[in-house]
């Protein structure tokens, strides 16, 4: 039988088995528990006796794999496995010497790091490295191959899942890239993080937001989109704020529908849970309702009274541009059921809307209301978001 661990010490290589731990190979404490850690190959050969086993072990698992590592299968075949970036498959079809020579051969060629592998070791250092200019960031992030421009923008992709081990992270960040034109990504801590890079000044999304739909909804993924940035530093800042305004719309239940949330439209209710924070700091109250025009909090014990919903059909009549048509078609109701009950809010709360000033504060009011109701669902406002990295 053809000696896996000879070969591996000719070479000068560590090796892992699926299923022994080679006491002869140094390093066996960190290679032997990788395989209970499932976190990263470590640099050497990863052996496996038959091709079902090596399918079973990366179908089953999100690896990584270090530059350099092989992969050697006994019984190889043909597969489609996806195998993690950066491992070198060799069958045993050849002859023993061949397969030496071949191995040998793929070991003294130069390496060329991968744009993900560059692109995870740019986001770990902007993270870590506190001591970075401006200046030493934009000339990393030039040197990311694929660049496109000067700006910048940050998504995240999180799952509902209970076992995110067996999400194929790895897979799913394949299909986005390929979506997200000039973007590189990285996997951290059960979420998926892409940088997109552009050349001008933008303030729209001109993706194809209905194919990445199709993806986020085949692994029950959610993904959220931030705003671009010139400004390379303020990066791990802007991924932590449109994590948490993922986080914040899944917990106050905004846009059930999608899949796709944007720092743009959920920027208020973003900036209201920050608010909150602050007020509860500085108060030592969770009174921030108090904060909202007082037609609103009669507008919301009226419609608990009265099991009515004046309160959400003034809001979305706001936020249609006082739309008749637009507002009932949003809350699925007759026209003239949405202007009698527009009118009976007016008369009953004395309310000039045509106010635009007064326009702003009731929709403000509005959003304040919901994000308080669905907070208080659980009785407490969102604990802060791990910003980790």
């Known amino acids: 039988m053809f000696d896996v661990p000879e070969m591996s010490r000719t070479l000068g290589l560590h ?41 079973a072990f990366f179908s089953a698992r999100r690896v990584e794999a270090e530059p350099g590592s092989i992969l050697l299968v006994s019984d190889w075949n043909e597969t489609e496995i996806r ?44 993270n870590s490295n506190n001591n970075l200019t401006n200046d030493d960031i934009r000339e990393a992030f030039n040197q990311l191959p694929g660049i496109e421009g000067p700006f910048a923008q940050i998504c995240t ?7 995110p081990s067996r999400i194929p992270y790895a897979l799913v960040m394949e299909h986005l890239l390929a979506l997200l034109p000039h973007s590189f990504g990285v996997i951290r801590d059960n979420e998926i993080i892409i940088m997109i890079s552009y050349q001008e000044r933008r303030f729209d999304y001109p993706y194809d937001l209905d194919a990445i739909t199709k993806v986020l909804e085949k692994y029950n993924g959610y993904m959220g989109i931030g705003n671009g940035t010139r400004d390379l530093s303020a990066l791990p ?55 909202a025009h007082p037609a609103i909090t009669f507008l919301t014990r009226y419609d608990e009274e009265k099991d009515s919903n004046l309160r959400l059909t003034l809001y ?49 009011s509005c959003q304040l209301a919901r994000y308080f109701e669905e907070i208080n669902r659980s009785k407490k406002i969102l604990p802060p978001t791990n910003t980790a990295n």
Not at 27 to 46: I, W
Not at 83 to 97: A, K, N, Q, R
Not at 108 to 124: H, I
Not at 252 to 270: A, C, D, K, N
């Open 316 to 364: 979305f009549y706001l936020l249609s541009d006082k739309s008749i048509a637009e507002t009932a078609k949003r809350m699925h109701m007759h026209r003239n059921t949405v202007m009698y009950k527009i009118r009976k809010v007016t008369e009953m709360c004395r309310l000039d809307l045509d106010n635009p000033h007064l326009c702003e504060r009731l929709l403000f």
């Open 15 to 55: 090796l892992v088995s699926s299923r022994v731990a080679w006491d002869t190979v140094p390093h066996t404490p960190r290679q032997s528990t990788f395989l209970y850690d499932q976190r990263e190959l470590p640099y050497g050969v990863v052996h496996f006796s038959t091709m079902a086993d090596a399918a």
């Open 237 to 291: 800042l802007l991924h932590t704020l449109i994590r948490h305004t993922v986080r914040l719309a899944l917990q106050i239940r905004v846009g059930q529908e999608t899949r796709i949330f944007t720092l743009e439209r959920l920027g208020m209710y973003l900036t209201i849970d920050l608010a909150a924070r602050g007020f509860k700091a500085f108060t030592g109250s969770d009174g921030l309702l108090y904060l």
């Open 157 to 163: 992709v999180v799952f509902d899942s209970t076992e």
């Open 83 to 126: 195998f993690p970036e950066g491992l070198s498959v060799f069958g045993f079809s050849d002859s023993i010497g061949a397969l030496h020579n071949r191995v040998e051969a793929f070991l003294r060629q130069p390496y060329e790091e991968s744009a993900s592998r560059q692109f995870s070791r740019f986001w770990s250092e902007i």
